[in-house]
């Protein structure tokens, strides 16, 4: 019978190998399959304990993700609004600095032109003066000249007076022959 349990194949042979098998390890395998056992059941509740915690702290991650997500874009948000009213305030300034700059052009313009008139004014006026003082200075020197011309007249009508006594005198000279005698003794020298 051995033979034919044999030849039977291996699912004829079970049985008895595992009793025998049992009776030789019986307890051993029994102890095996205990901790077998409770390791799986501490690796799945390691399992599932890692994996409530990684859940729990992916969701703590996303919570916290989304907080900083809010954060900043209420952040960016603010700070696109305060830009904003930064700018429309620089808009502002600069609109009122322009309308100030072109206020004090135009005064300043205005300033300008009332001096251009004033100064034009006073050169119309310095000119007419001007020109009264040079007309008067002008008649003034013709009456100097005038004078001037008439007292020389009066200098030369004297003086061709003068002349016609001197060529008298010099005619009478040249008739006097005891002139020139006197002339020589005298010791004058003609030069």
Request: aromatic residues 4%; contains cysteine.
């Amino acid at each position: 019978m051995a033979p034919q349990s044999r030849e039977g194949g291996p699912g004829s042979d079970a049985p008895g190998v595992d009793k025998i098998r049992d009776l030789l390890f019986g307890n051993q395998m029994q102890d095996y399959d205990r901790r077998f056992s409770k390791l799986e059941e501490r690796f799945l509740q390691r399992f599932k304990d890692v994996e409530s915690e990684a859940k729990r702290n992916l969701e703590t991650y996303e919570s916290n993700a989304k907080k900083q997500v809010d954060s900043l874009a209420t952040q960016l948000r603010n700070e696109k609004d305060a830009r904003a009213e930064a700018d429309k305030e620089i808009d502002r300034n600069l609109r009122d600095q322009n309308q100030a700059l072109e206020k004090q052009v135009r005064a300043l313009s205005d300033q300008l032109s009332e001096l251009e008139r004033e100064i034009a004014d006073r050169m119309n006026r310095s000119d007419h003066l001007l020109r009264e003082e040079i007309k008067q200075k002008n008649e003034s020197a013709q009456m100097l000249m005038e004078k001037v011309f008439s007292d020389l007249s009066n200098v030369k009508t004297d003086r061709n007076l003068l002349a016609g006594l001197f060529v008298e005198v010099a005619k009478c000279l040249n008739q006097d022959p005891v002139g020139s005698k006197g002339n020589s003794e005298r010791g004058w020298k003609v030069s």
